[in-house]
């Protein structure tokens, strides 16, 4: 079990960080995510991806429908080479290339295509996010 202590946004959302390597693990960049439930894939501002080395362009991305607080949107999916998050890592973990309203205090959200290959507890009041990892992973998984 991983234990990972959390900040709460000003409107009180839970923010957590999260380390995305680049393609060619040449580099990486720490983001803050928002913990989302409600959020059917990870979703991460074009512009981190883009500058990690990764072709949005490529017309043989998949896309999908998003349904936004803003509206409806398409976004391109991208396995990303190594997401670090809440005491995990995942490699060629699958996120959704999109931006959040401007309005947002975060670089994306971390949502059920991550969340759902754990088993997660939550406590605000010790800010904390206990994780256990589901033994039936897609995902290459180190915990």
Do not use: W
């Given at each position: ?57 490529d017309p ?84």
């Amino acid at each position: 079990m991983s234990q990972t202590r959390f900040e709460l946004s000003p409107d009180r959302l839970i923010m957590v960080q999260a380390t995305i390597h680049a393609l060619d693990y040449s580099k990486h960049v720490t983001v803050d995510l928002i913990l989302d439930t409600g959020a059917s894939y990870t979703t991460i501002n074009p512009g981190i991806l883009s500058d990690l080395g990764y072709d949005l362009s490529d017309p043989n991305l998949h896309k999908i429908d998003f349904i936004t607080a803003s509206g409806n949107t398409k976004a391109s999916i991208i396995p990303v080479s190594k997401l670090c998050v809440i005491g995990h890592t995942f490699e060629g973990m699958e996120v959704a290339a999109n931006y959040l309203p401007v309005d947002t205090y975060a670089h994306g959200l971390l949502g059920a295509n991550f969340l759902s290959c754990l088993d997660i507890s939550i406590s605000y009041s010790k800010h904390t996010i206990h994780t256990e990892p589901i033994s039936s992973l897609i995902y290459s998984f180190t915990p």
